[in-house]
């Protein structure tokens, strides 16, 4: 059983606890050790094999370890299934509500018995959850806007729970004995923002021993519907997933067909067609006979095409760089040198300094920058002027004792309602590196968020907009940003953009990201990392970097070290 499937576990135990108003130490202890056991470079049953005490990891004890041994070794929590009888999934699906904490999922369980998303949104017509003690009418109507919003996502998923279900039951599922093939199609395969169902392709002799694995999988809830060469379940977390057996001759056919997207598929159908050709999910065909179909790169090639990256299949341009063969070679994790936006203990992240910079290190970071927040956010103990300073003397003496990566002092400056920044200009032209920022008052009418904007632009000592509309993904729309003006600004003033990694933002999105290399923006891909592990989102940064057809050359902390330094000089004109 793999890392991702433990710590899944470890979280929806955590969930159902705190829905059972468990201890709050009791809760925390579950959720820490998902997060370690997520963040282990070893596998545990390899681990587990080797004998390896696993209370000396970090946040977990005696009666945590036993608990992952049992799940490791049987493949479920006793103690897990028990609570998933108390606690309805309806229920549990409730935290998925915008506002919704488990102690108010709670007591709607309890006091209103409501169990279902549905039974949610008829207690909050009737107005019983107003008369609800702790809620009132202002709850109620957030609980009644929170589900409207789940609605119309039409319940989308972040890419980063996707992509780890999605490659966990890759990984379990090709261990099936006579399983030739397991692969990821679909959005999660073209990294899509966000997924709506998973979609899995195998090969197998034997399709209903990998039926039957998929159904008794831990992280499967339900079959809802099983043929002979097809499977769909429900996930514990969810998602709904689509298993297709496919024969092997078939393999690359139907992986082109089931990634999608469907407007790509709808021109290679055209494309087959001009050649008098006929293309499915099984092959493609001249005249009933087959002449393609094992692999992708023959079907592409069967239309006279390169293969198509599928970060690229949207059908928004990728096909006349194929044709003219200028297909980019996109960007990939392992070009990343640097990661300029990070949080300390100095405001709301959770590790210090060094702790960082080592971290960063471990992940083959070579540089980084210290960008904790400004004072603005008093919610996460923002730095004024004094603070900042002392906190930037005391990066640079930690700085001198470590080899191997360098550490800028950088800080993350509010731009405020009113479109000043949040620290004199005098502070900023000390700092190493500038990243300026929209946090309050996104829902002003553009005319004042690109006052802001553009003030912050020409600010020559503002390096880069972060995260520039705002937005959390299925939780509230960004800014209303004149993009054309932003991204002309942006390119006149030489300030760099950011593609902040974090699933919940990816901000820049792609397509904002393609249009400010076309103007030969720099952008720079960021963790906006709070913790030690918060680097480990980077992957999704450069997912959203690939799909705006990014290559390696068009983001600045790709370059190494002395280069980079040197371009950021040459960009501050202060020096
Ligand atoms: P999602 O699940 O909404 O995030 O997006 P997809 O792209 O994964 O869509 P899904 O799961 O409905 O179908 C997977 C792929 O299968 C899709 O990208 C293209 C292909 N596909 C599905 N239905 C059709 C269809 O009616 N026509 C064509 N040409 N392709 C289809
Ligand atoms: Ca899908
Ligand atoms: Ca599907």
Redesign the pocket.
């Known amino acids: 059983m793999q890392n991702a499937i433990v710590a899944a576990q470890l979280t929806e135990y955590a969930d159902l606890l705190e829905i059972q108003g468990a201890n709050s130490f009791r809760v925390r202890a579950y959720r820490n050790a998902a997060r370690t056991v997520e963040n282990l470079s070893s596998g545990l049953e390899t681990l587990i094999a080797e004998g390896a005490d696993l209370t000396e990891l970090e946040g977990i004890g005696k009666d945590l370890a036993e608990k992952i041994v049992t799940l490791v070794t049987i493949g479920e929590l006793p103690a897990l299934t028990e609570l998933r009888e108390q606690v309805p999934t309806g229920v549990h699906e409730m935290l998925r509500v915008p506002g919704l904490g488990p102690k108010k999922v709670a007591t709607l369980f309890h006091d209103l018995n409501v169990r279902t998303l549905d039974d949610l949104r008829v207690a909050a017509e009737s107005g019983k959850v107003a008369e609800l003690k702790g809620f009132g009418k202002k709850t109620a109507q957030s609980i009644l806007e929170g589900l409207a919003l789940l609605d119309q996502q039409g319940k989308?998923y972040f890419i980063s729970a996707a992509r780890d279900v999605a490659e966990a039951l890759e990984h379990d599922l090709s261990q099936v004995p006579g399983t030739h093939q397991v692969a990821v199609?679909?959005?999660?395969r073209?990294r899509?923002e966000?997924?709506?169902?998973l979609?899995l392709l195998a090969v197998a002799d034997d399709e209903t021993a990998l039926m039957d694995r998929l159904a008794a999988h831990p992280l499967t809830e339900k079959v809802l519907a099983r043929g002979e060469t097809k499977q769909r379940v429900r996930l514990r977390n969810g998602m709904e997933l689509?298993l297709r057996v496919v024969p092997s001759g078939s393999f690359g056919a139907a992986m082109q067909?089931?990634?999608?997207?469907?407007e790509h598929?709808?021109v290679v159908?055209r494309m087959a067609q001009q050649r008098d050709l006929k293309i499915n999910e099984y092959g493609v065909f001249r005249d009933d006979v087959q002449i393609a179909g094992a692999t992708e790169e023959d079907v592409y090639a069967a239309i006279g095409l390169p293969w198509i990256p599928p970060e690229l299949r949207e059908n928004r341009g990728e096909f006349a760089l194929a044709e003219s063969g200028r297909l980019p070679r996109l960007i990939e994790r392992a070009d990343l040198q640097g990661d300029l936006h990070m949080h300390t203990t100095a405001t709301d992240g959770t590790a210090s300094i060094a702790e960082m910079a080592n971290a960063a290190k471990e992940r083959g970071l070579k540089y980084i920058a210290i960008t904790d927040h400004s004072k603005r956010v008093t919610m996460a103990n923002g730095l004024d002027a004094d603070r900042l300073l002392a906190h930037w003397q005391e990066i640079e003496r930690i700085s001198r004792g470590l080899t191997g990566i360098h550490v800028l002092r950088g800080i993350e400056c509010d731009i405020l309602e009113d479109g000043s920044l949040d620290l004199e200009d005098h502070v900023l032209a000390e700092a190493d590196w500038v990243i300026a920022v929209l946090h309050y008052g996104l829902k002003q009418p553009r005319d004042q968020i690109m006052k802001r904007l553009l003030n912050a632009i020409r600010n020559p000592h503002v390096d880069a907009i972060g995260h520039p509309t705002g937005r959390m993904i299925n939780h509230r729309a960004g800014a209303d940003i004149d993009f054309d003006t932003f991204l002309k600004a942006a390119a006149d003033h030489g300030t760099w953009l950011e593609i902040n990694a974090n699933p919940a933002r990816l901000d820049l999105d792609d397509v904002h990201a393609a249009a400010a290399r076309d103007l030969e923006i720099p952008i720079v891909i960021d963790s906006d990392a709070h913790s030690v592990n918060g680097f480990d989102v980077l992957e999704y940064g450069v997912d959203q970097a690939r799909r705006a057809g990014l290559r390696s050359e068009d983001v600045v902390n790709t370059l190494p070290w002395p280069d980079f330094w040197e371009r950021l000089q040459r960009r501050q004109p202060t020096g």
């Open positions: 989308r199609a679909g959005s999660c073209r899509r966000t997924c709506g169902d979609d689509d067909y089931f990634t999608g997207s469907k598929n709808i159908r």
